[in-house]
């Protein structure tokens, strides 16, 4: 099993611990991750065909994908592009509300009753 990775908010040491068997409790059993120094913890699992401890491990030592200044800035620009178009939609279907269809649609339908009788 790997080792774990200090705390990622305060850089103390972590520990695995097992919560108390007690029949009582739905939490007895079970297997979590602390930090010594904040008490950060992961969710508590349980071991019922596989040992769920790697998987705590690989859980807890995961960290942020850390990116370049330059991606980052990319990122942000096709993200407020991508909202502005949301945004665009969601006026644009503010607007053409479903009487205005119908209204469309009348339009729509009178216009070809026009062009049908002009030869």
Known sequence: ?????PCPCCGCRAVMR?????PETSQSGGYYIEC???HLTTLLMF??????????VGL???????????EAEKVLREAKLLRDRINS???LHAVFTIKDSAEFL??????????????
């Open 47 to 56: 071991s019922i065909l596989d040992n769920c401890k790697p998987l705590l």
């Open 106 to 119: 009348g339009f729509s339908k009178a216009i070809d009753a026009y062009l049908k009788g002009k030869p």
């Open 1 to 5: 099993m790997d080792e774990l990775k």
């Open 18 to 22: 097992q919560a108390p068997l007690e």
């Open 60 to 70: 807890w030592n995961r960290r942020p994908v850390t990116v370049s200044e330059g």
């Open 89 to 91: 939609a969601n006026d």
């Open 36 to 38: 010594t120094g904040c």
